[in-house]
């Protein structure tokens, strides 16, 4: 069983979330405690490199939470959590980018 960790910047973008829409981003995320490598990979693209980042799509593909598996599967680290036509979605790579060399992650408790 894998523990989920929030980054200082997707604790940020979880409060923004209503009532609704944060629960079922929540109960989405606690697939990740079962199942680390439930997301799709991400890779390199000609403006980034997103290689060991996966993607979780929440809902009818209305949000999606961008994360990495670390420590041999069993620490899930949510870095994003955007809607897909939000403004902070389109600066996904430029927000991991940064929360890379920032902060350390928090627990899902």
């Not at 697939?31 to 997301?39: K, M, Q, S, V, Y």
């Not at 890779?43 to 997103?50: A, E, H, K, V």
């Not at 996966?54 to 598996?69: E, S």
Request: aromatic share 4%; glycine share 6%.
């Amino acid at each position: 069983m894998a523990e989920v960790q929030f980054t200082a910047d997707a604790v940020a973008d979880l409060e923004e979330l209503d009532g609704s829409t944060l629960r079922l981003v929540l109960r989405k995320l606690k697939i990740l405690e079962a199942d680390p490598e439930a997301g799709q990979p991400l890779g390199s693209r000609q403006t980034s490199n997103l290689t060991g980042f996966r993607k979780l799509v929440i809902g009818n593909r209305t949000h999606r939470a961008v994360y990495r598996v670390e420590s041999n599967e069993k620490i899930c680290v949510i870095w994003v959590i955007a809607g897909r036509v939000d403004a902070s979605a389109m600066s996904l790579r430029s927000s991991v980018s940064s929360a890379t060399a920032r902060t350390s992650p928090r627990s899902w408790d």
